[in-house]
Each structure stands twice: as C-alpha cells, then as structure tokens.
Nanobody, 126 residues
Framework: QVQLVESGGGLVQAGGSLRLSCAAS????????MGWFRQAPGKEREFVAA????????YYADSVKGRFTISRDNAKNTVYLQMNSLKPEDTAVYYC???????????????????WGQGTQVTVSS
C-alpha cells in the first residue's frame, strides 16, 4: 500500500510558476517510478510527466516540454513538478501516481499506475 499526498497547487497568473510536491509513504519510495497527470473540467485525464526510480530518466508530454520539470528526492520520499511559463490551458487538478516499473512506452498510460493521490488544484488566470 502506498499513500500519496500532493501539495503546492494554487492560483497563479499566466506566465507564472508553481512547484507541486507529492509526498509518498508506505513502501520503499526509490523502488518505483512516478508520474504526474492532470484533469481539466470536462476533459479526460492526461499524462504530464514521469520519472524513473533514481531520477535519471524523465519523460514529458509535448504540451509541457520545456516548461515543466519533474524531479524526485528519494531521501525525502517526494517527487516534484516545477511548472514555469504557465498558461490558462494548464488549469486542472494535478495528480501524482506510482508505477511499478519505468518504460517510456508505457509511462503515459494512467491505467498502468498502481496508486494515486487525491490531487491538487492549479488555476492559471489570463
């Protein structure tokens, strides 16, 4: 069992920045890959970014590449999502999730993730 708690969401103007955190507990954090997803009102959940066990491999959705950075601190059992140059279309509830293995081909498939956090709201005003 893994518990995930996201934080760091809020209201920001377009062009601003936020850093989301996801604190994990319950299992050895460094033994699994992590991902961030988001879901806007009326839309399906979409993949944002993923990171491998040790943090050496990352993968981003095209819509956030160059603006968002995923990282992790295994000593703190925490994964981060640094979001810069935010746009109104980034407005969504952001979720972190656990995946038992890292494979670039499958990291964007939310159905393959085992545990999810409760989400944190990010709102970007124009």
């Amino acid at each position: 069992q893994v518990q995930l708690v996201e934080s760091g969401g809020g209201l920001v103007q377009a062009g601003g920045s936020l850093r989301l955190s996801c604190a994990a507990s319950g299992r050895t954090f460094s033994s699994y890959a992590m991902g961030w997803f988001r879901q806007a009102p009326g839309k399906e959940r979409e993949f944002v970014a993923a990171i491998s066990y040790g943090g050496g491999r990352t993968y981003y959705a095209d819509s956030v590449k160059g603006r968002f950075t995923i990282s992790r601190d295994n000593a703190k059992n925490t994964v981060y999502l640094q979001m810069n140059s935010l746009k109104p279309e980034d407005t969504a509830v952001y979720y972190c999730a656990v995946k038992g293995d890292y494979s670039r081909a499958t990291m964007s498939n939310g159905a393959l993730y085992d545990y999810w956090g409760q989400g944190t709201q990010v709102t970007v005003s124009s």
